[in-house]
């Protein structure tokens, strides 16, 4: 695995670094899958990350088992919209995400 300089034994995030590889190991245990540092935290000259990112990946069926259907996550917030307001949904979901302006 490459680590990041800012992460390594003698870097200034050593031990959140420990920390989150613990814990990621822990959940990589419990779900059977791996878990993947991603994001800011992983540019060697980013020693102040604001936030670290981690990522588990789990096969729809196994998601719905744990956390429920996967299908629309934003399904509940959909109910409460007025009409003419979806469009928002759709690209927080990547539908037509490249028309997404901020």
């Excluded at 992460?7 to 993947?36: M, Q």
């Excluded at 994001?39 to 990946?57: C, K, Q, T, Y």
């Excluded at 744990?66 to 007025?82: C, M, N, Q, V, W």
Aim: glycine share 8%; with cysteine; charged share 30%.
């Amino acid at each position: 695995m490459n680590v990041p300089a800012h992460c390594r034994e003698d870097g200034r995030n050593f031990e959140i670094f420990k920390r989150l590889s613990v814990e990621a190991t822990k959940l990589a245990g419990r779900y059977g899958h791996p878990v993947y540092l991603c994001g800011s935290a992983l540019i060697d000259h980013n020693e102040f990350p604001r936030d670290w990112d981690v990522r588990m990946m789990l096969p729809d069926d196994e998601f719905a088992a744990h956390f429920g259907s996967a299908e629309s996550p934003l399904a509940e917030y959909e109910e409460t919209l007025a009409p003419g307001e979806q469009g928002d949904v759709d690209r927080a979901e990547g539908r037509g995400a490249n028309e997404w302006v901020t």
